[in-house]
């Protein structure tokens, strides 16, 4: 993955927002108390992630959450922004599709991760778009929060390497 900064990343999350808003985020009432301002918590249950505001409000997006026993709960932090990522399967998802290539280049069709990635510091997972939008709303993932490309463009510009990411059931 490379890491994209400074005019061209405005520049790619400005040129994905200009196609139209995402209807699939909305902004919804939520607890002050439950996090800080900034902070993103998914809720694996309802397969939605939501970005705090911190004014008792957030903006709700719908995602794919991992797969039965690929589910994790717990803190993580954001430790990159990579728009247009190049994807190198992890050694579990290779097992079982041993005929995946070892990197499939950014802005691939066959490209999983989609226009942009928030990885975070827990192992391999990440916060990224998707190649298969009818997946949004499932448990589809090896772990990793899928979002529509729109919404994770639009999820990359309001965070920033070290946001905390709260996943719970």
């Known amino acids: 993955m490379h890491k994209q900064s400074g005019w061209a990343a405005a520049a790619f999350v400005a040129a994905m927002l200009a196609a139209g808003p995402a209807v699939a985020r909305e902004l919804v009432a939520f607890d002050a108390a439950a996090a800080e301002a900034g902070t993103v918590v998914v809720r694996t249950a309802e397969r939605r992630l939501y970005f705090v505001n911190g ?46 290539p070892e990197v499939i280049a950014g802005g691939s069709p066959s490209n999983p991760m989609g226009v942009a990635a928030l990885t975070l510091d827990r192992g391999e997972y990440a916060i990224h778009g998707t190649n298969r939008p009818g997946s949004i709303g499932t448990f589809a993932s090896y772990g990793c929060i899928r979002m529509f490309n729109q919404d994770v463009a639009d999820l990359y510009g309001r965070v920033q390497v070290g946001t905390t990411v709260v996943v719970t059931r």
């Open 55 to 100: 004014d008792g409000t957030a903006i709700r997006y719908p995602v794919a959450v991992g797969k039965a026993g690929k589910q994790w709960t717990g803190y993580a932090r954001i430790d990159g922004k990579y728009l247009r990522p190049a994807w190198s399967p992890p050694d579990e998802v290779r097992r079982d599709n041993p005929r995946l």
